[in-house]
């Protein structure tokens, strides 16, 4: 919708040419490289859990009717955010599924 160059109405005020803005790098910020990947999986392969990833991922073996809701719960408050919450709990899960996978392989 350009401008129409009338002072009232939906399309007012002076006509222009939209400027082409370059992309911010805050629009980057979250994106994760491959190496930042790497790094992360690495260390968390040499390290390990986090005491607190321990207690989810000890919620999920016990199971029981609302494990799900009670990791996210437990995991909302540690990280403060439901998106990050969700993400870790998902991260837990995964690492469960992959543990469970290598035990029915041996």
Do not use: C, W
């Amino acid at each position: 919708m350009s401008s129409s160059g009338i002072a009232v109405g939906l399309n007012r005020g002076f006509p222009v040419t939209k400027r082409v803005m370059g992309a911010r790098p805050s629009n980057n910020k979250a994106r994760l490289s491959k190496r930042t990947k790497m790094v992360r999986d690495l260390v968390s392969e040499v390290v390990g859990m986090s005491p607190y990833e321990r207690r989810l991922l000890d919620m999920l073996k016990t199971g029981g009717v609302g494990a799900e809701k009670r990791m996210y719960k437990f995991a909302k408050r540690r990280l403060g955010t439901h998106r990050r919450a969700l993400k870790k709990r998902d991260q837990v899960k995964e690492a469960y599924g992959k543990i469970r996978a290598r035990a029915a392989a041996h």
